[in-house]
């Protein structure tokens, strides 16, 4: 078992920046692969940014990459996403969920899930 907590949402004005955590604990945590998801309102969970076990890979969903960074410390067993430049509609419940093996990129593929924190990102 591996449980996932997400710390670090709240509000912020556009432009601004936010660093999600999401601290692990239970089994090796440097041995999972790291993904960050989001939901808004009424829509699907979406893949944002993943990061291999090692941290020596990441990937970014297209639209983000630039503006978000995803890196994770295997001794802290935390994985971040650094936020910047937000937007209103980066507003969404953001995940952090974790997958023996390689990122996939699909939330249907993940073996845990923290419960997500609430980004509100104002105009």
């Known amino acids: 078992q591996v449980q996932l907590v997400e710390s670090g949402g709240g509000l912020v004005q556009a432009g601004g920046s936010l660093r999600l955590s999401c601290a692990a604990s239970g089994r090796t945590f440097s041995s999972y692969a790291m993904e960050w998801f989001r939901q808004a309102p009424g829509k699907e969970r979406e893949f944002v940014a993943g990061?291999?076990?090692?941290?020596?890979?990441?990937t970014y969903v297209d639209s983000l990459r630039g503006r978000f960074t995803i890196s994770r410390d295997n001794a802290k067993n935390t994985v971040y996403l650094q936020m910047s430049g937000l937007k209103p509609e980066d507003t969404a419940v953001y995940y952090c969920?974790?997958?023996?093996?390689?990122?996939?990129?699909?939330?249907?593929?993940?073996?845990?899930w923290g419960k997500g924190t609430l980004v509100t990102v104002s105009s």
């Open positions: 990061i291999s076990w090692s941290g020596g890979s990441t």
């Open positions: 969920a974790a997958r023996g093996g390689t990122v996939t990129r699909s939330y249907q593929h993940m073996d845990y």
